[in-house]
């Protein structure tokens, strides 16, 4: 038996270490990476509270997420490779054409 | 038992989770997610949710992924780039870490006192009929959920149109 | 009698007022003095109706005409409602027929003007809300004709309003009214706190009803209510703003500050006796200004050389007689002397007027003399008025004044007979600078140059040369002349004046001669019948007792300030006729004494040194400089100060780079999660149960 806290808590854990990749990388590519790992803890969040009160609610909930990130995936990256050709760079900080 | 496996695929997760944080190139990065939603999967199954871990292997570690590694590839992207940040990244940096070490805390805080509350997990189906997870959830999925699954399908296509707009060369 | 008409009376200048206010700039002259003569003459005329019917058989002594509730809260109610006792038909009879006569003076004193339709305009104005002062069953309904006049006395002083010193006696006097006001105002507060109304009929009634209320709070309220007196009616300490007020035209003079406006003052201590009587100290104090301006507003007329100025000081002078009336509680001679007063004095400034409309503008009598041939009726019509102010028998105040004296002799006591002493004096000193004015004026040689005259010396204030612009409320000794009307130059020197001038004069000459005869006491054989006239309002049988006289004493008292008057006669004589360097070598003589009367016992400086300049510097530094410097811009800057830092820092949030978006993020996303599990869903309070 596991308490469902943990799960939980794992789930917290890897919630963070996403915000904490998405602030420091500089590569638009770990960038978004780091967003797909912040959205699979809340999967595992989901799941885990369908667990826990025997719904089937939670698991469609992730289905649904899935779906929609991988959606993201594929128009997110088609954005990064027009943004590759536009600035030459992967480095977010010289994204910055919109700086005041 | 159970603990076993979820402490030794949690541990993996999270390793997998840290090396995306510290590795400077991103393919490593892009592998090392892989390992992490391999866990994840792991971790589904044990909850009861057979068809999210096949899910999750099959779209997000056999196509997501494979579309960064892919991506990746194209663009040549090389090792991160370690100069110094410019203002705006220290700020990041400064704000950013309390900020993600207040949302960890927070929600650490708020599971661990629920503990009790929350109750244990044990492995396997849960409902104890003991009734198939694919059919439940392909049931309710087309019943009553049936004009969001539509609604997905159409937004499948018009990621797919966006990126097949997005990505192509100037003409 | 018809409750429509009586309503009329004070419409019916209101009217006027609305006619000639919007429209008097485009309609011509003739219109506008129809319009004016009407609104004065026809209420006159309803009064003379409501006289005869208030003196028929059988009418009741008073009787109120009720009119739209104004304020009721709970307890406290105010009507629109007229009161109309003996009192105020003899305060109606007043207004209206002076006011008519005055109107149609102006007519031809005003004919040169512009802004002819204006000053009937502010004219009835006036009217319409002294009438309303007159005719109130209540302190506030009188209150606001109080105020009302205070308002038109300012656009008509201020009518020149192109010369700064009628602009700044303008406003002298309705600030010097205002704190007069404030006095009333705490009065009906007080009344209001302690018998819950302000109708007359009520707080009176309740007054009577407890005859053993005396003193007190009742001292409080008579005292206050005197404040506001002093304001209006010019008494020690609030007369200042009377000499200045000259700067208006001489029937705003004539109307508002001889006859009318600052007679308010002492009607409403009449109206209100039932409240004095119950308070002794606050009838001495009446008593004991109103004598002490007698005298002290006496010796500067003394000396003053601007014909207007005698005259306005001569009015706070008597003004100052009927306060000490009222004072010793003789309310009924105060009112006599108010009506024999309103008519020779209206008469002198007409008068006075017409002079100044024959000398082409001048007003100073030293550069007069010698007009008693050149213009003879005003010279008989004011001679009528400078024999009734002294009180010669047998013209008008000869009766009133001597009522006065006599009556506040007999209030006995040391107080009694050292103000009776005081204001025989004050007889004496009244004599002599009126007949002063006399000499100066109409005898001895022309002190004044045809020629000049003749080729239009003096004009409109327009045509003033800078070297004559305005000193503010000083008489100097080297006075040049304060031009009043703008009298078209007249290419042909000094003449009489139309008879739309002349003929007033001539009516209010009859009057001062023969108006008092109605209060003749028996003492000289008369019935008094004004006396009669105003008993139920008065209730005699309260008054000092011995007021149905022996002919002993009263005929005494009387020839006593017969004595003084021909002394002050006989030294204005010597000093002006017989030889005329008496005076200024007297004034050498006596120098500083000589200074300090001529500068007005130097009090307006005085109140320019205590009270304005403080004020003033309050004003700056205080409520200038922190209140509205720092408080209330500080508040408007520092809004929008901190408007601007706050967008001064949240732009600095919007930079272009992505990771600091990032950042902002994060930070977001924490405070939110915070917020929603310790604020809006309390963690402890949540069940996760299933």
Redesign the interface.
């Given at each position: 038996m596991v308490p469902i806290a943990y799960y939980l808590i794992l789930a917290a854990v890897l919630f963070s270490i996403g915000v904490c990749a998405f602030l420091i990388k500089r590569n638009v590519i770990t960038i978004f990476m780091s967003i797909e790992l912040m959205l699979n803890a809340v999967n595992l969040t989901f799941v885990a509270f369908a667990h826990m009160w025997h719904r089937i609610e939670g698991q469609i909930f992730v289905f649904f997420v899935m779906v929609v990130a991988a959606a993201e995936a594929a128009v997110g990256l088609a954005i990064i490779i027009a943004l590759f050709r536009a600035r030459q760079t992967l480095n977010v900080d010289q994204v910055n054409l919109m700086k005041d | 038992m159970e603990l076993a496996l979820f402490i030794i695929f949690g541990l993996l997760a999270v390793a997998g989770a840290l090396n995306l944080l510290l590795q400077h190139h991103p393919i490593n990065s892009a592998l090392s997610l892989v390992v992490v939603m391999m866990s994840l999967a792991v971790l589904y199954w044990s909850l009861g949710a057979e068809f999210l871990a096949a899910a999750q292997v099959i779209v997000y570690s056999g196509a997501v992924m494979v579309l960064f590694v892919f991506v990746i590839m194209l663009l040549n992207a090389g090792e991160e780039d370690t100069s110094p940040s410019s203002r705006f990244s220290r700020a990041a940096t400064i704000a950013g870490f309390p900020g993600a070490a207040a949302i960890l805390c927070l929600l650490t805080f708020v599971f661990l006192s629920e503990r009790d509350h929350l109750g244990g997990s044990p492995i396997g189906g849960y409902l104890t009929g003991a009734v198939n997870n694919i059919e439940v959830l392909s049931h309710t999925l087309f019943t009553s959920l049936l004009l969001p699954f539509e609604v997905t399908s159409i937004l499948i296509l018009v990621a797919i149109l966006g990126a097949v707009v997005l990505a192509r060369k100037e003409q | 009698m018809n409750d429509t008409l009586l309503w009329l009376i004070p419409i019916l200048p209101f009217a006027g007022f609305l006619v000639n206010g919007t429209l008097g700039r485009k309609l011509p002259r003739a219109l506008v003095s129809t319009v004016a003569l009407l609104a004065t003459l026809l209420p006159a005329l309803i009064v003379l109706k409501l006289w005869i019917f208030m003196k028929s058989a059988g009418a009741p002594d008073h009787f109120t005409l009720s009119g739209a509730p104004w304020i009721a809260i709970s307890g406290f109610q105010v009507n629109f409602a007229f009161a109309i006792d003996h009192l105020t038909l003899v305060m109606l009879g007043i207004v209206t027929g002076v006011g008519f006569l005055i109107h149609v003076y102006s007519v031809g004193y005003m004919a040169e003007e512009e802004g002819y339709w204006r000053f009937f305009a502010y004219l009835n104005l006036f009217m319409f809300f002294m009438l309303v002062l007159v005719l109130a069953s209540s302190f506030l309904l009188m209150f606001v004709g109080w105020e009302g006049v205070g308002l038109a006395s300012y656009l008509l002083i201020g009518f020149y309003f192109k010369r700064d010193s009628a602009v700044n006696a303008g406003k002298k006097a309705f600030i010097v009214n205002r704190i007069g006001d404030f006095g009333f105002l705490l009065a009906m507060f007080l009344l209001i706190a302690h018998f819950g109304s302000l109708d007359f009929a009520k707080v009176f009634g309740q007054v009577d009803a407890a005859p053993g209320l005396t003193g007190g709070f009742l001292t409080a309220i008579c005292l206050l209510l005197f404040v506001g007196a002093t304001g209006k009616s010019a008494q020690i300490p609030l007369y200042i703003w009377l000499p200045d007020a000259m700067e208006g035209p001489t029937p705003v003079s004539a109307l508002i500050h001889a006859a009318t406006m600052v007679t308010a003052g002492v009607y409403m201590v009449a109206r209100c006796h039932v409240l004095f009587d119950r308070s002794p100290f606050a009838l001495a104090v009446v008593a004991i200004i109103g004598c002490a301006t007698a005298f002290f507003a006496a010796t500067i007329g003394m000396v003053q050389h601007d014909i207007k100025r005698v005259l306005a000081y001569s009015t706070i002078s008597q003004l100052g007689y009927m306060f000490l009336a009222c004072g010793v509680a003789a309310y009924e001679a105060g009112i006599f002397h108010l009506m024999t007063h309103a008519f020779f004095k209206a008469l002198l400034f007409l008068a006075a007027g017409s002079v100044i409309h024959a000398m082409g503008g001048e007003q100073d009598m030293r550069k007069m003399g010698g007009l008693r041939k050149r213009i003879p009726i005003t010279f008989y019509t004011m001679s009528a008025g400078v024999f009734a102010i002294t009180g010669v028998p047998p013209f008008a105040a000869f009766f009133s004044k001597d009522e006065i004296l006599y009556q506040t002799f007999l209030r006995g006591g040391t107080l009694g007979y050292a103000l009776w002493f005081v204001g025989l004096v004050t007889a004496g000193i009244t004599s002599f600078y009126m007949f002063r004015l006399w000499y100066k004026t109409f005898f001895g040689e022309p002190r004044f140059d045809e020629a000049a005259l003749a080729h239009g010396h003096g004009g409109h204030d327009e045509d003033l040369a800078p070297v004559h612009a305005h000193r503010g409320s000083h008489a100097t000794m080297v006075a040049e002349p304060e031009h009043d009307s703008g009298q078209a130059a007249r290419s042909h020197g000094v003449h009489e004046s139309p008879a739309v001038m002349w003929v007033p004069l001539a009516i209010l000459a009859v009057l001062s001669l023969i108006g008092g005869w109605v209060g003749v006491p028996l003492a000289f054989g008369g019935h008094n019948e004004f006396e009669h006239f105003l008993g139920p309002v008065f209730n005699p049988a309260e008054h000092v007792a011995g007021h149905i006289t022996a002919r002993g004493p009263e005929f005494v008292l009387a020839l006593t300030s017969l004595l003084a008057v021909a002394i002050g006669w006989y030294f204005a004589y010597v000093f002006y006729y017989r030889k005329p360097g008496t005076a200024a070598a007297l004034a050498k003589r006596f120098k500083p004494l000589y200074n300090l009367l001529d500068h007005k016992y130097w009090v307006d400086e005085i109140y320019g040194r205590l009270i304005v300049s403080p004020l003033l510097g309050f004003s700056r530094v205080v409520l200038g400089g922190l209140v509205d410097g720092l408080i209330i811009q500080g508040t408007g800057a520092t809004l929008g100060g901190s408007t601007r830092g706050l967008g001064w820092l949240t732009?600095r949030m919007?930079?272009?780079?992505?990771?600091?978006y990032?950042?902002?993020l994060?930070?977001?996303?924490?405070a939110v999660?915070?917020i929603v599990?310790f604020v809006v869903h309390p963690?402890?309070a949540?069940?996760?149960?299933?």
């Amino acid at each position: 038996m596991v308490p469902i806290a943990y799960y939980l808590i794992l789930a917290a854990v890897l919630f963070s270490i996403g915000v904490c990749a998405f602030l420091i990388k500089r590569n638009v590519i770990t960038i978004f990476m780091s967003i797909e790992l912040m959205l699979n803890a809340v999967n595992l969040t989901f799941v885990a509270f369908a667990h826990m009160w025997h719904r089937i609610e939670g698991q469609i909930f992730v289905f649904f997420v899935m779906v929609v990130a991988a959606a993201e995936a594929a128009v997110g990256l088609a954005i990064i490779i027009a943004l590759f050709r536009a600035r030459q760079t992967l480095n977010v900080d010289q994204v910055n054409l919109m700086k005041d | 038992m159970e603990l076993a496996l979820f402490i030794i695929f949690g541990l993996l997760a999270v390793a997998g989770a840290l090396n995306l944080l510290l590795q400077h190139h991103p393919i490593n990065s892009a592998l090392s997610l892989v390992v992490v939603m391999m866990s994840l999967a792991v971790l589904y199954w044990s909850l009861g949710a057979e068809f999210l871990a096949a899910a999750q292997v099959i779209v997000y570690s056999g196509a997501v992924m494979v579309l960064f590694v892919f991506v990746i590839m194209l663009l040549n992207a090389g090792e991160e780039d370690t100069s110094p940040s410019s203002r705006f990244s220290r700020a990041a940096t400064i704000a950013g870490f309390p900020g993600a070490a207040a949302i960890l805390c927070l929600l650490t805080f708020v599971f661990l006192s629920e503990r009790d509350h929350l109750g244990g997990s044990p492995i396997g189906g849960y409902l104890t009929g003991a009734v198939n997870n694919i059919e439940v959830l392909s049931h309710t999925l087309f019943t009553s959920l049936l004009l969001p699954f539509e609604v997905t399908s159409i937004l499948i296509l018009v990621a797919i149109l966006g990126a097949v707009v997005l990505a192509r060369k100037e003409q | 009698m018809n409750d429509t008409l009586l309503w009329l009376i004070p419409i019916l200048p209101f009217a006027g007022f609305l006619v000639n206010g919007t429209l008097g700039r485009k309609l011509p002259r003739a219109l506008v003095s129809t319009v004016a003569l009407l609104a004065t003459l026809l209420p006159a005329l309803i009064v003379l109706k409501l006289w005869i019917f208030m003196k028929s058989a059988g009418a009741p002594d008073h009787f109120t005409l009720s009119g739209a509730p104004w304020i009721a809260i709970s307890g406290f109610q105010v009507n629109f409602a007229f009161a109309i006792d003996h009192l105020t038909l003899v305060m109606l009879g007043i207004v209206t027929g002076v006011g008519f006569l005055i109107h149609v003076y102006s007519v031809g004193y005003m004919a040169e003007e512009e802004g002819y339709w204006r000053f009937f305009a502010y004219l009835n104005l006036f009217m319409f809300f002294m009438l309303v002062l007159v005719l109130a069953s209540s302190f506030l309904l009188m209150f606001v004709g109080w105020e009302g006049v205070g308002l038109a006395s300012y656009l008509l002083i201020g009518f020149y309003f192109k010369r700064d010193s009628a602009v700044n006696a303008g406003k002298k006097a309705f600030i010097v009214n205002r704190i007069g006001d404030f006095g009333f105002l705490l009065a009906m507060f007080l009344l209001i706190a302690h018998f819950g109304s302000l109708d007359f009929a009520k707080v009176f009634g309740q007054v009577d009803a407890a005859p053993g209320l005396t003193g007190g709070f009742l001292t409080a309220i008579c005292l206050l209510l005197f404040v506001g007196a002093t304001g209006k009616s010019a008494q020690i300490p609030l007369y200042i703003w009377l000499p200045d007020a000259m700067e208006g035209p001489t029937p705003v003079s004539a109307l508002i500050h001889a006859a009318t406006m600052v007679t308010a003052g002492v009607y409403m201590v009449a109206r209100c006796h039932v409240l004095f009587d119950r308070s002794p100290f606050a009838l001495a104090v009446v008593a004991i200004i109103g004598c002490a301006t007698a005298f002290f507003a006496a010796t500067i007329g003394m000396v003053q050389h601007d014909i207007k100025r005698v005259l306005a000081y001569s009015t706070i002078s008597q003004l100052g007689y009927m306060f000490l009336a009222c004072g010793v509680a003789a309310y009924e001679a105060g009112i006599f002397h108010l009506m024999t007063h309103a008519f020779f004095k209206a008469l002198l400034f007409l008068a006075a007027g017409s002079v100044i409309h024959a000398m082409g503008g001048e007003q100073d009598m030293r550069k007069m003399g010698g007009l008693r041939k050149r213009i003879p009726i005003t010279f008989y019509t004011m001679s009528a008025g400078v024999f009734a102010i002294t009180g010669v028998p047998p013209f008008a105040a000869f009766f009133s004044k001597d009522e006065i004296l006599y009556q506040t002799f007999l209030r006995g006591g040391t107080l009694g007979y050292a103000l009776w002493f005081v204001g025989l004096v004050t007889a004496g000193i009244t004599s002599f600078y009126m007949f002063r004015l006399w000499y100066k004026t109409f005898f001895g040689e022309p002190r004044f140059d045809e020629a000049a005259l003749a080729h239009g010396h003096g004009g409109h204030d327009e045509d003033l040369a800078p070297v004559h612009a305005h000193r503010g409320s000083h008489a100097t000794m080297v006075a040049e002349p304060e031009h009043d009307s703008g009298q078209a130059a007249r290419s042909h020197g000094v003449h009489e004046s139309p008879a739309v001038m002349w003929v007033p004069l001539a009516i209010l000459a009859v009057l001062s001669l023969i108006g008092g005869w109605v209060g003749v006491p028996l003492a000289f054989g008369g019935h008094n019948e004004f006396e009669h006239f105003l008993g139920p309002v008065f209730n005699p049988a309260e008054h000092v007792a011995g007021h149905i006289t022996a002919r002993g004493p009263e005929f005494v008292l009387a020839l006593t300030s017969l004595l003084a008057v021909a002394i002050g006669w006989y030294f204005a004589y010597v000093f002006y006729y017989r030889k005329p360097g008496t005076a200024a070598a007297l004034a050498k003589r006596f120098k500083p004494l000589y200074n300090l009367l001529d500068h007005k016992y130097w009090v307006d400086e005085i109140y320019g040194r205590l009270i304005v300049s403080p004020l003033l510097g309050f004003s700056r530094v205080v409520l200038g400089g922190l209140v509205d410097g720092l408080i209330i811009q500080g508040t408007g800057a520092t809004l929008g100060g901190s408007t601007r830092g706050l967008g001064w820092l949240t732009r600095r949030m919007q930079s272009g780079n992505i990771r600091s978006y990032a950042g902002w993020l994060a930070l977001g996303a924490a405070a939110v999660i915070a917020i929603v599990l310790f604020v809006v869903h309390p963690a402890s309070a949540n069940s996760l149960t299933r």
